[in-house]
């Protein structure tokens, strides 16, 4: 399985921006997404399951991202809404075949390889 995270970029704050990963191969079970700003822990944003009915979020982004997935496309998407500053970081997808939405790095078997996102003040 690999994963591609694309999307990121430059947005003033309050702005939006939405994130995507495609997957090939096989379709994971559970994927989410991470962030890592310079000098910090990667930090677990969202999450969701196969059916794309659970959703679990990071608490500093609860109400302003939203996480969905696309399984006939092998996609799944972070809208992200209200940003601001603090959410400038690299955002990572992550997936797993095993059910059950993790919130730590080690969860996770495959990782993308980020896409940057910037928000300006």
Same mark, same amino acid.
Request: aromatic share 10%.
């Given at each position: 399985?690999?994963?591609?995270?694309?999307? @990121?970029g430059?947005?003033?704050a309050g =702005?939006?921006?939405?994130?995507? *990963?495609?997957?090939? @191969?096989?379709?994971?079970?559970?994927?989410a997404?991470?962030r890592?700003a310079?000098?910090?822990?990667?930090?677990?944003?969202? =999450?969701i399951?196969?059916?794309?009915?659970? #959703?679990?979020? @990071?608490?500093?982004? #609860? @109400?302003?991202?939203?996480?969905?997935?696309?399984?006939?496309?092998?996609?799944?998407?972070?809208?992200?809404?209200? $940003?601001?500053?603090?959410?400038?970081?690299?955002?990572? *997808?992550?997936? #797993?075949?095993?059910?059950?939405?993790?919130?730590?790095?080690?969860g /996770?078997? /495959?990782?993308?390889? =980020?896409? $940057?996102?910037?928000?300006?003040?």
């Amino acid at each position: 399985v690999q994963l591609q995270a694309s999307g @990121g970029g430059l947005v003033q704050a309050g =702005g939006s921006l939405r994130l995507a *990963c495609a997957a090939s @191969g096989r379709t994971v079970s559970t994927m989410a997404w991470f962030r890592q700003a310079p000098g910090q822990e990667r930090e677990f944003v969202a =999450g969701i399951n196969l059916s794309g009915v659970r #959703k679990e979020y @990071g608490d500093s982004v #609860k @109400g302003r991202f939203i996480i969905s997935r696309l399984n006939s496309r092998n996609s799944m998407y972070l809208q992200m809404n209200s $940003l601001e500053p603090e959410d400038t970081a690299v955002y990572y *997808c992550a997936g #797993k075949f095993q059910p059950g939405i993790s919130t730590t790095r080690a969860g /996770y078997t /495959y990782w993308g390889q =980020g896409t $940057l996102v910037t928000v300006s003040s």
